[in-house]
């Protein structure tokens, strides 16, 4: 037995029942068909999931710290990775300075 479904034919409306169905959505005006304008400026769904890209690109790498430094950085609640980069960010401008 074959696994693939068969699917009916979709039945296109003619050029007359086409601009019946055209009136008809045209009539209501909670419904109304979307303008050549509208349909260029929609984008399809998945690029707008997940969080937008960044600028300011990082990296991804592996890394292990102290207890005491995670413990800290940690204890300043939410936002403690980024303020973690940041102390090192200015390290690494007062360093460079030099």
């Known amino acids: 037995m ?16 086409d601009k019946t169905i055209t009136a008809a959505a045209r009539s209501d005006p909670d419904a109304q068909p979307l303008t050549p304008k509208q349909l260029k400026e929609m984008v399809p769904l998945r690029t707008l999931r997940g969080r937008p890209k960044s600028g300011n690109k990082k990296l991804l790498i592996s890394v292990r710290y102290s207890p005491e430094v995670v413990a800290y950085f940690k204890s300043t609640g939410e936002g403690w990775q980024s303020r973690m ?3 090192l960010r200015e390290y ?7």
Do not use: F, G, L
């Open 2 to 17: 074959s696994k693939t479904t068969k699917r009916p034919a979709v039945a296109m409306p003619s050029a007359e029942e």
């Open 92 to 98: 690494v401008e007062q360093h460079r300075a030099a």
């Open 85 to 87: 980069n940041e102390a």
